[in-house]
């Protein structure tokens, strides 16, 4: 006796091998769709960067083309009539400082609490990370009056010393995270071997958690690079300031907005940035994930 098997099965694998094409082609088109539209406030940057002001200024022109002949002068006159370069200096020398120091006062911080056994020791962790969710505009105030005694205003060395106060609080929360995930065996090997407490963190601890140092520079570099309340309030000199507030300072004067300029500023801001962070992007997503499971 014989059966009806149904569809051959060539027919069925093309008919599944269809759906799966047409499924990855609905993805990628998706990913596409929304990467053009998250591209698209950085495109029309990089074009109004180089229009000239009858183009910007025309309601009818397409703001993604170049309606009149496109002109470096904006550009130029960023470099040449602006201390640009010199804000970026000091954002430079700021945000290393800053991590620097973060990454110096953090890591024996969140090492300390991650060893620590004591029932004390999470809700000190949690303790430290809620100094990070109080908003600026209630501290700036009292550390202005910190940094008036100190004589550190208008100078780089006022955002040094502040902006630890934001980076430290959740770089310790995260790096205990981290820690706990790298086990106390590793640690007491090397104690076994002969090295001591801080030579056993430095080459057995230190190179386990370096995702969660990468994570931790990532951030603390770009929230320095881009705080404005503290930069505003402790720095009004000029040679003194970084980015997020000599910008906007030098190309806003009264009701003029040299709005090409600005966005060129944005984009050559942004460009360095965005390149190191998704240079390290595997290790910075690893960095956090594991602080959040973890913890």
């Given at each position: 006796m014989?059966?009806?098997?149904?569809?051959?099965?060539?027919?069925?694998?093309?008919?599944?091998?269809r759906r799966h094409a047409a499924a990855r082609c609905g993805v990628y088109g998706a990913a596409v769709l929304a990467a053009l539209v998250c591209a698209l406030p950085f495109l029309w940057s990089v074009i109004s960067a180089f229009k000239q002001n009858q183009d910007l200024y025309d309601p009818e022109s397409n703001p993604f083309f170049f309606n009149k002949p496109a002109t470096p002068d904006?550009?130029?006159?960023?470099?040449t009539d602006t201390p640009f370069l010199t804000f970026v200096v000091n954002t430079l020398i700021v945000g290393a400082a800053v991590v620097a120091v973060t990454l110096v006062l953090a890591l024996p911080a969140a090492y300390s609490?991650?060893?620590?056994?004591?029932?004390?020791?999470?809700?000190?962790g949690i303790a430290i990370f809620m100094v990070y969710l109080v908003p600026p505009s209630l501290l700036f105030l009292s550390l202005t009056r910190v940094v008036v005694a100190l004589h550190l205003e208008d100078s780089?060395?006022?955002?040094?010393?502040v902006y630890p106060t934001i980076t430290i609080p959740v770089s310790v929360w995260l790096l205990i995270g981290f820690l706990k995930a790298v086990p106390k065996d590793v640690e007491e090997q090397a104690m076994v071997d002969g090295y001591s407490r801080l030579g056993a963190f430095l080459r057995t601890v230190l190179p386990l958690v370096f995702p969660g140092i990468v994570a931790v520079v990532v951030f603390s570099f770009t929230l320095t690079s881009s705080e404005f309340v503290y930069a505003l309030a402790f720095v009004s000199a000029s040679p003194e300031m970084v980015v997020s507030t000599g910008v906007p300072t030098q190309l806003v004067r009264g009701d003029v907005f040299f709005w090409q300029s600005l966005q060129a500023s944005t984009v050559i801001t942004a460009v360095p940035i965005a390149f190191l962070f998704n240079l390290f992007l595997d290790r910075f997503v690893t960095g956090f994930t594991m602080g959040a499971v973890k913890t």
């Open positions: 014989t059966t009806t098997a149904g569809p051959p099965v060539e027919a069925l694998r093309r008919k599944y091998a904006h550009v130029t006159f960023l470099f609490l991650a060893r620590l056994d004591r029932p004390w020791g999470t809700p000190m780089l060395w006022s955002m040094i010393v």
